[in-house]
């Protein structure tokens, strides 16, 4: 089926696992629709105006959040920004009672992003507006997903046939999980790479393989997306000392020799330099990170367009 023939029917946006491939590739037809409209000199479009986005963000973002605003900033939609820090939420008040009374505002769209796996469905169950999710837990992060699926799409054709390596600490991300689902779907391989105490469990149901040395993996695959250790989610070390970590698992301009020349190094941000990635690397001539972030736009863009359009076709 042409993704053109295809009816976006979804007012909430939660995890990428249960989007199809023309539902992935439909949102990426859209995006492209406005990419070229930021190239114009008048960047807006009306399609929100009169429409209320709340960024309900209990945890720190700097590059999602701030792409949500400018997107439903470009759409003409009024933005309300909620952060945890300074809401009632430090008084007792529930996630629900809060976005309950977002709604008695008036708001249309929430994106939120919270540290409980499940917060988005949940809220998606228990109001009318549409529920865009922005990061849950290690859940999903569909809107980063995107953005890396889209950056690849766009640089190489398709992900036809590609092999795709994600390194780092899979056990704890979103990303991750997001980035298998729509690559996956599109046609890629994905090889998952990291220390043991790094993957997931269950692991086995992933449509995935699993490589503990980065120095066997890294000649053979087109794309290669760098973790950050999200220290911040566990309790114990995962592995003896960061030093460690970096000589067997970091993205080095040494280990760099072994890649294929036109390796695309890709990384969600925020990035750990010298950590997962050397600095040499991470703004070196195969990184498209800043790309990613760029195209966020778009994808975000086509996303706030979509649930509403879904959200406006259901009322009538
Ligand atoms: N990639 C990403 O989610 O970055 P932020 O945490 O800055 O939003």
Redesign the pocket.
């Known amino acids: 089926m042409s993704s053109k023939e295809f009816t976006w029917n979804r007012k909430h946006l939660i995890g990428l696992r249960e989007l199809s491939r023309e539902e992935i590739e439909y949102i990426f037809d859209t995006a492209q629709g406005f990419e070229q409209m930021s190239t114009r000199s008048v960047k807006k479009a009306p399609t929100l105006r009169g429409k209320v986005v709340v960024n309900l963000f209990f945890e720190?973002?700097?590059?999602?959040?701030n792409s949500f605003t400018l997107a439903a900033n470009r759409l003409s939609a009024d933005v309300i920004e909620f952060t945890q820090k300074s809401s009632s939420v430090n008084k007792g008040e529930t996630l629900l009672d809060t976005a309950k009374n977002l709604e008695a505002m008036g708001i249309d769209i929430v994106v939120i992003r919270h540290s409980a796996g499940g917060a988005p469905k949940f809220l998606s169950r228990n109001i009318n507006a549409c529920v865009v999710n922005a990061?849950d837990g290690f859940c999903e992060?569909p809107t980063?997903g995107l953005l890396d699926t889209f950056t690849i799409r766009k640089i190489k054709g398709s992900l036809e046939g590609l092999k795709i390596a994600i390194v780092g600490d899979i056990a704890h991300s979103r990303?991750a999980r997001s980035d298998i689902y729509a690559m996956t779907k599109l046609g890629a391989e994905v090889i998952l790479v990291g220390p043991p105490t790094l993957m997931p469990a269950k692991i086995n149901q992933l449509p995935v393989q699993v490589s503990y040395s980065l120095d066997s993996v890294i000649g053979q695959v087109d794309v290669i997306n760098m973790l950050r250790i999200q220290f911040e989610r566990m309790g114990a070390n995962p592995f003896p000392s960061i030093k460690e970590y970096s000589h067997y698992f970091g993205l080095t301009v040494e280990r760099m020799k072994k890649a294929k020349k036109d390796i695309l190094v890709m990384h969600?941000?925020?990035i750990n330099r010298g950590v997962e990635i050397e600095s040499e690397v991470a703004d070196g001539a195969n990184s498209v990170i800043l790309q990613q972030v760029t195209n966020g736009l778009a994808v975000r863009m086509a996303v706030l367009f979509l649930v509403n359009q879904a959200a406006m076709t259901k009322e009538t």
């Open positions: 720190d973002s700097t590059r999602t959040r990061g992060h980063q990303v969600p941000g925020p």
